[in-house]
C-alpha cells in the first residue's frame, strides 16, 4: 500500500487568499486525484492529477479555482484560489498504481476560511 | 457508474456481525462493486471489492446476489473501532480508477 502525506493536516485562511495543499507519496504511482469533502458531506471529485499536463476536472470545478499541478509521479499540488466561507472543507488526496484495484487516500487538509 | 443506494444509518453490538446492505440494481456487467470505509477524521480506507463471486478478507466478506443487483458487507464482529461510514461503490474499472462516492451508511458500534 502507498503512504501519503499531505500538508498543511489543516488551516484558518482569510477570505480572498490561496492555498496551496501538498500531496507526497512514498512510491510512483499512476492515478493521483483530489477529492473535496464539505461538512457532513460525502466526498466530491475535483479533478485528477495529470503528470505533465493540465488536469482533468469533473463538471462543477475549474482550473481558475483549483489549479493542480503533477510534476512527477510521487507529487501533486491543489490550490484553492481567492478562497470563500464556502471553500471550507476537508481536501483528500487519492493515489492508485497501474492495475490497482485500490485507492489509497491521505488524510486530508481540514480547511476552514474566515 | 451506477448508483448505489444504502441505509443512511444502523446501529450494531459490539462482538456481533454487522450486515450493511447495499442496492445498485442498474449495474453492468463490467461494473465491480467495492467498499470503503471512513473513520472520523481520517481519509477513506479500502475494504474488499467483488464482481460476481462472494468476496473474503482480513477486514470482511462481501455478498453479491446472484443477479447483481445488490451485495452485503459482513464485518463478522464488530468493535468499537470499526464505527465509520461505509460507502458502497460500483465502478467501472477501466474508468481511470477514479471512485464516486454516494452517501453511505452511518454504522455505530455499541458496547
Known amino acids: 500500500s502507498a503512504v501519503i502525506s499531505q500538508k498543511p493536516s489543516r488551516d484558518i485562511c482569510q477570505r480572498g487568499t490561496s492555498l496551496t495543499i501538498q500531496c507526497q507519496v512514498d512510491?510512483?504511482?499512476?492515478?493521483m486525484f483530489w477529492y473535496r469533502q464539505q461538512p457532513g458531506q460525502s466526498l466530491t471529485l475535483i479533478a485528477t492529477?495529470?503528470?505533465?499536463?493540465?488536469?482533468?476536472?469533473e463538471s462543477g470545478f475549474v482550473i481558475d479555482k483549483f489549479p493542480i499541478s503533477r510534476p512527477n509521479l510521487t507529487f501533486s499540488t491543489l490550490t484553492v484560489s481567492n478562497m470563500s466561507p464556502e471553500d471550507s472543507s476537508i481536501y483528500l488526496c487519492?493515489?492508485?498504481?497501474?492495475?490497482?484495484?485500490?485507492?489509497?487516500f491521505g488524510s486530508g487538509t481540514q480547511l476552514s476560511v474566515l | 457508474d451506477a448508483k448505489t443506494t444504502q441505509p443512511t444509518s444502523m446501529d450494531c453490538a459490539e462482538g456481533r456481525a454487522a450486515n450493511l446492505p447495499c442496492n445498485h440494481s442498474?449495474?453492468?456487467?463490467?461494473?465491480?462493486v467495492y467498499w470503503y470505509r471512513q473513520i472520523h477524521s481520517q481519509g477513506p480506507q479500502y475494504i474488499i471489492h467483488?464482481?460476481?463471486n462472494n468476496e473474503t478478507n482480513e477486514m470482511a466478506s462481501l455478498i453479491i446476489t446472484e443477479d447483481r443487483k445488490s451485495s452485503t458487507l459482513i464485518l463478522p464482529h464488530a468493535t468499537l473501532r470499526d464505527t465509520a461510514v461505509y460507502y458502497c461503490?460500483?465502478?467501472?474499472?477501466?474508468?481511470?480508477?477514479?471512485?464516486?462516492f454516494g452517501g453511505g451508511t452511518r454504522v455505530l458500534v455499541k458496547p
Open positions: 492529477a495529470n503528470q505533465g499536463s493540465e488536469a482533468t476536472y
Open positions: 461503490i460500483v465502478r467501472v474499472r477501466a474508468a481511470g480508477n477514479k471512485l464516486t
Open positions: 487519492s493515489v492508485s498504481g497501474a492495475g490497482d484495484e485500490k485507492l489509497f
Open positions: 467483488g464482481l460476481k
Open positions: 442498474t449495474i453492468s456487467g463490467n461494473e465491480y
Open positions: 512510491s510512483q504511482v499512476t492515478m
